[in-house]
Nanobody, 124 residues
């Protein structure tokens, strides 16, 4: 199982980015997928999650600005990030929960596999 995150980059405040996370090695339609981020000197924090059924949950900091979605035909999940702020700058990680994908998991412990991360930098 491999998760490949991509789509990060440098963007000005107020701009948008779309992150992608492609899963290979297995079909992930029954998995829950999460997005987390870690800024320098800070702990990793939950950003968004999408269940196998398509239900979503967001951190308060992401509500109204970020949208998680998935395309099971492509084994890919997405995180659309709009109205980006400098405080959104971090390495973003995708993660896969293969055992309890039917429910939202905001903690990191239920996730079995993690991608390598993609860097998002938002300039002011």
């Amino acid at each position: 199982v491999q998760l490949q995150a991509s789509g990060g980059g440098l963007v000005q405040a107020g701009g948008s980015l779309r992150l992608s996370c492609a899963a290979s090695g297995r079909t992930f339609s029954s998995s829950g997928m999460g997005w987390f981020r870690q800024a320098p000197g800070k702990e990793r924090e939950f950003v968004a999650a999408i269940t196998s059924g398509g239900s979503t949950n967001y951190a308060d900091s992401a509500k109204g600005r970020f949208t998680a979605s998935r395309d099971n035909r492509k084994n890919t999940v997405y995180l659309e990030m709009d109205s980006l702020k400098p405080e959104d700058s971090a390495v973003y990680y995708c993660a896969e929960d293969i055992n309890t994908g039917w429910r939202v998991s905001t903690a990191s412990t239920p996730y079995d596999y993690w991608g390598q991360g993609t860097l998002v930098t938002v300039s002011s």
